[in-house]
């Protein structure tokens, strides 16, 4: 029998695709919600929340944030997505617009200001790389979730959600349709080992 090659077995470890669509729409709401926290009229909520502000070298692009977590983690914040930097461990990345976890080897805090910067990110292939990805994305999902219980809890339900209706696209972001950042992060959090556990094991014996 021949062996997988690595782009089959890199498939296997795609989220499944309710979970897959609830987290893009999670994740632009929430960048759309970084990006004015930014601006609130008592400060930068990010600098606040421990954040480092990384402005690009040459000032033609945004600045990037880096957050140090308890966890020994770094995450760093674009407007177009997310890197969890672990070290040895490796890295994660996830776009602001697809949620679909992108491994790297390289554990560093890129020092990137575009998406075309970021070191070689790809679909894990390995079991021990999977298992990595699974864990780095829980703490992505851990520390967004901790974020947005500070911001409420200092600033209120009432600031979110003028913050989502200055949104263009507004309507596709209401609690209505299921976004509400706090409890969506945390369901997304409940869910995630189960989803690991199947896609780590594409055809249980």
């Keep these: 029998m021949s062996k997988k090659s690595p782009a089959k077995r890199a498939r296997f470890w795609r989220l499944p695709p309710k979970l897959e669509k609830k987290g893009s729409l999670l994740l632009d709401c929430q960048m759309w919600c ?40 770094k995450l760093v914040f674009w407007g177009f997505g997310i890197f969890c930097a672990a070290g040895n461990t490796g890295g994660l990345y996830l776009n602001r617009y697809h949620f679909r976890p992108q491994y790297s080897p390289d554990g560093r805090i890129p ?81 995630l080992p189960v989803a690991a556990m199947n896609i780590s094991n594409p055809n249980p014996i």
């Design 34 to 73: 970084l990006g004015r926290d930014i601006c609130h009229s008592q400060g930068n909520l990010l600098i606040q929340y421990g954040c480092e502000r990384c402005p690009a070298p040459d000032g033609s692009q945004k600045s990037a944030y880096v957050l140090a977590c308890s966890s020994g983690i």
């Design 111 to 191: 020092q990137a200001w575009s998406a075309a910067e970021l070191p070689e990110c790809r679909a894990p292939i390995t079991a021990t790389e999977m298992a990595t990805a699974s864990g780095m994305l829980a703490d992505i999902l851990d520390e967004l979730y901790r974020y947005e219980t500070c911001v409420l809890d200092q600033y209120g339900t009432k600031y979110r959600e003028n913050v989502i209706w200055a949104h263009p696209n507004h309507s596709k972001y209401s609690p209505q349709h299921g976004v509400d950042l706090k409890l969506g992060w945390q369901s997304l959090s409940q869910l």
